[in-house]
């Protein structure tokens, strides 16, 4: 079974690093929208949509905008600046059947204490 999602990366107008970029090309999506600011990215891929024409960089507007946009049944919102493995999200989320109407997660700061 294959889940039809969109990924939201809201952005603030900074670059985004090119392992994050090459993983979210990985993840089996049907669409990846990369919303707000100041876009450096060359946009090869047909599942990447990049929208650059909002006057603020505030990420919940963005993610809002990137919902909008979106086709899919399910929304997957990511932020550029934490790790992503294509893999377990591919695995967990697209491959799997999801049974839940909301799913999220909890994160872990790297680094001293």
């Not at 889940?3 to 994050?20: A, H, M, R």
């Amino acid at each position: 079974m294959k889940n039809k999602i969109s990924l939201v990366i809201p952005n603030s107008g900074k670059d985004f690093s090119d392992n994050f970029i090459n993983e979210i090309l990985k993840i089996n999506c049907d669409e990846i929208f990369i919303v707000g600011g100041s876009i450096n990215i060359i946009n090869s891929n047909p599942k990447l949509k990049v929208i650059e024409s909002l006057k603020t960089n505030n990420a919940s507007i963005n993610r809002n905008k990137g919902a909008d946009l979106s086709k899919s049944e399910y929304l997957l919102f990511i932020d550029k600046d934490v790790i992503v493995e294509a893999d377990y999200i591919n695995k967990n989320l697209i491959e799997k059947e999801l049974k839940y109407e909301i799913i999220y997660g909890i994160y872990k700061e790297f680094g001293a204490l």
